[in-house]
């Protein structure tokens, strides 16, 4: 098992909180991670039905059967446990319940209406570079990467991406996204999302996506919101702090694994993908996914943005620091030229921030500091300083 660096964090929180909750995507390992760190609890699906049949006719005296705790997975399916959970953990200081799901909406909606303050939250997503650093399912190549996503199956079983993904997909739309709300027309549903996947690191326009599928802007709005509850895209806002010049204002879009990414595009292999019009937005939807998976676990939120002016100049990522802001540019090319830093030069006399606080993040493997910022391959991403 790949040791999840998310696990610290884990057993850091469980000695303060009663009940965890893990959410994130499907398949990211979430089922995996909880029930290596909580050997001792026993694990129930709520997936299954007639366990979930069980808990929705008496959820008291379902929960009667778990009187140390117990690990639910998929509990968003039985929303009657959430108020009943209360109760047990105000009378019982000594129980624990893990509780997770891979639907944020469905299942966050209800931690905040019954268990605010009274639960540690935590989302996981798929490996990261760093957890497979030391595994032998390392590449030097990053576009390996980019085209294989990071969901755990892929490197644990040995799936190849084509067929995990056209699996991934049909389950998700057929499954997930009926029981997040009901589509009548999933194969317009289906073609959103490839189009999604064609839009990575682009502005954000809904009117545009809603006119390409054949759907209302509002549909599309609903469609985009289903996207990010279930982990398949999130969006990257625009920094709102303008130095004197108009700025855009409408958020980037990216997905949370760039192998299901290129499996609805349609890439077939490494190198088609190297070949793709889409290479650089991939390449830049892996850095900031990586940058991100750094926040999450450790628990913390992102604190990612961009900056782009109605001139085109564009810092790619804006990590914002209590005291400070960390421009980060992205290029997929393996070596680095000076005219990368260009926008980086721009933005940092707009903002008095110095070029020692400035990094540029490419698919090379030196890493080094230059007259006009530093130099960062893709695999040390671990040295920037993300709190």
Same mark, same amino acid.
């Given at each position: 098992m790949i040791q999840r660096e998310i696990t610290k964090k884990l057993l850091e929180i469980s000695n303060y909180y009663q009940i965890i909750t893990v959410t994130g995507p499907r398949q990211s390992g979430k089922t995996t991670l909880i029930k290596d760190v909580f050997k001792?609890?026993?694990?129930?699906?709520l997936e299954t039905p007639d366990i979930r049949q069980r808990a929705q006719e008496d959820p008291k005296s379902?929960?009667?059967?778990?009187?140390?705790?117990?690990?639910?997975?998929e509990i968003q399916n039985v929303p009657e446990l959430f108020s009943y959970l209360q109760g047990i953990i105000d009378e019982n200081s000594a129980i624990k319940f893990v509780l997770s799901g891979s639907q944020n909406f469905l299942l966050l909606e209800?931690?905040?209406?019954?268990?605010a303050g009274r639960t540690g939250i935590l989302k996981l997503l798929p490996f990261s570079t760093d957890e497979l650093k030391d595994s032998n399912h390392w590449n030097e190549n990053p576009l390996e990467f980019v085209f294989k996503g990071m969901y755990p199956r892929i490197y644990d079983r040995g799936i190849p991406p084509e067929l995990f993904y056209s699996d991934y997909i049909q389950t998700y739309v057929e499954r997930d996204v009926r029981s997040i709300k009901n589509i009548g027309n999933l194969s317009n549903f289906s073609r959103f999302l490839s189009l999604c996947a064609g839009r990575i690191g682009q502005l954000l326009n809904i009117d545009s996506l809603a006119s390409d599928v054949g759907i209302a802007t509002n549909?599309?709005?609903?469609?985009l919101s289903i996207l990010e509850a279930s982990y398949i895209i999130y969006t990257l806002k625009p920094h709102h702090k303008n130095f004197n010049k108009r700025l855009v204002k409408r958020p980037k879009l990216y997905f949370y694994d760039t192998g299901l990414a290129c499996n609805l595009l349609q890439i077939n292999s490494v190198n088609e993908l190297d070949m793709h019009f889409a290479k650089g937005n991939l390449f830049e939807n892996f850095i900031l996914t990586e940058l991100l998976k750094k926040r999450?676990?450790?628990?913390?939120?992102?604190?990612?943005?961009?900056?782009?002016? #109605? #001139?085109?100049?564009?810092?790619?990522?804006i990590l914002e620091k209590a005291?400070?802001?960390?421009?980060?540019?992205?290029?997929?090319?393996?070596?680095?030229?000076?005219e990368h830093f260009k926008h980086m030069n721009y933005w940092n006399k707009l903002s008095d921030n110095s070029k020692e606080n400035s990094y540029l993040v490419y698919a090379g493997n030196e890493s080094d500091h230059l007259a006009y910022g530093n130099l960062m391959s893709w695999k040390h991403l671990n040295k920037i300083d993300m709190d």
């Open positions: 001792e609890l026993p694990y129930v699906l379902f929960l009667s059967n778990y009187s140390k705790g117990a690990i639910f997975d209800k931690v905040n209406q019954t268990l549909t599309a709005k609903e469609w999450f676990n450790n628990a913390k939120t992102s604190n990612l943005y961009f900056w782009r002016d #109605h #001139h085109g100049k564009e810092i790619d990522c005291n400070s802001l960390i421009p980060i540019e992205i290029k997929s090319s393996k070596t680095y030229q000076k």
